[in-house]
C-alpha cells in the first residue's frame, strides 16, 4: 500500500502495537480453546460439511456455493487434522491479523499513527470479532477479505499505477468468492470509481484492469457452476434467503425454525421438492419477487424492520434461539449479558464511525467508496435479510472513523 509520511515509526510505537496485536491473538485463541470442537451455530454445519468433503475429495460436489470459506477450512483440515479446533485456531490467527491490517489501513488513510493504534487497540478487543473468529463460518474470512480490498481500493484511487489497482480488482473479487453479496456491493464502488477517475481526468486504464480482474474470479466461478450445477451464478441459495426475508419475514422474526415449519407445509416447498437446487433458487427467487410486488406497502415496511435490524445497537431479546446439541449462539453467556457487552461498544462506535467517516470523506474525497459500502450493505440487508451478524464487515470501516474522530478530538499529532 502506498504509505504517507506520518506514518513512519517510532520503536515505542512499534512496541504499543505489538502488544494489541498479541492481546488480539491471546484472546481469539483463549475462545478458540474454550470452543473445543463442538458446534455452537447451526450454519456451521454446512460450512464443516463442505470443508470435509473438499479436504476428502478435492471437490465441492454438484453445489453452487462460495468457495473460500470451505476451501480455507478444507486447508487446515488436510495440513492439521480434522478436528475443528484447529479450524477455530486457524481463524484466530486470522482474525489476529485482520486486527492489524485494520490499524493499519486507518494510520494510512488518516495520516496519524495515533488513529492507527485507536483502531488496532478496539478491533483488538471487539467482542464479535472475537466471537466470530471462533464460530465456523464466513465471517471472519469476509472481515479480511473486505479490509483489504476496500484499503486497495481507496488506494488506486490515489494512483495511477496498474499493480495497485490490479490488487484492488483481484481483492474484491475473491471477497464475492467469500460471500456473494460482495459482488453487487464491490460492483457499485467499481462504478463510483470509475466516475470519480472520469470527473477528475485521470487515466482510465488502470480502473479497467482493477474492474477486468474484479470480474475474473466471479465469472470463473459461475462457469464452474454452470458445468457443475446447471447455474451461471456465484451460489444457488439466494432463493431462500430471500424466501425468509420476505414471504416468511413475520414468522422468522419468531424463529427461524417456526418460519422452517411452516414453509415445509407450503405448497410452494413442495412445488420446489421435484426440481435440482438451481431450479429451486430460481422459484425461490420468483416468489419471493412476486410477493415484493403483489404487497408493496408491506414490503416498505419489512425493509424499515430489516435496516433497523441491520443497525441494532444489542441483540434482540424477545427471539427464540433454539438450543440444540448442535446450537449454542451464546456459548452459554446470558442474554442480559449478551445486550451489556453490545452497549459498551455498539452505539459509540457506529454513531462515532459514521461521524467519523464522514469527515475523513470531506478531507480525502477518494475515501468516498468507504460510507458507500457501508450504505450499500445496509441497504442490501434491508432488501433480503438482516441482523446485527450481517453488519459485522461494516464495523472495521466504523472503527476506522471512531479512530479519525478520536484522533482529532485529541489535537495534532505528534510526529
Known sequence: MIRSEASARTPGFIVSRAWWLACALALRVGFALRLGDGFYQVDENGFCAQARALALSGSLGPHGVAPLTPGFFALVFRAFGDRFLYARLAQAVLGAATAWIIGLM??????????????????????????????????????????????ALVESLGTDSPAVGAAAGLLSGLAALVRPENAPIFLLLWLAAGAWR?????????????????????????ARNELEVGAFKLDDHGGMTLVHG????????????????????????????????????????????????????RTARQWARKFVNFWRFYPRVDKRYADLPTNHPSVGLPRGALVAVSLLFEPWLILAGLWGLWRLWRQRPETLVLPLFVLSSAALHAVSVSQMRYRLPVMPLLILGAAVLWDARQGADAL
Open 198 to 222: 472520469l470527473s477528475r481526468r485521470r487515466a482510465v486504464r488502470p480502473w479497467i484492469l482493477a474492474v477486468l480482474l474484479w470480474a475474473q474470479p466471479i465469472l470463473f466461478w459461475c
Open 246 to 297: 420476505t414471504i416468511l419475514f413475520d414468522l422468522n422474526e419468531i424463529d427461524t425454525g417456526v418460519a422452517m415449519d411452516s414453509f415445509r407445509r407450503s405448497d410452494l416447498y413442495g412445488r420446489a421438492q421435484s426440481l435440482s437446487e438451481p431450479a429451486q433458487d430460481a422459484l425461490y427467487m420468483r416468489a419471493a419477487a412476486d410477493y415484493m410486488r403483489s404487497h408493496p406497502k
Open 106 to 151: 486507518t494510520e494510512d488513510l488518516a495520516r496519524s499513527r495515533r488513529a492507527g493504534t485507536f483502531a488496532l487497540a478496539v478491533s483488538a478487543v471487539y467482542p464479535f470479532f472475537i466471537y466470530y473468529s471462533g464460530m465456523l463460518m464466513s465471517e471472519t474470512l469476509d472481515v479480511f477479505f473486505v479490509v483489504l480490498s476496500l484499503w
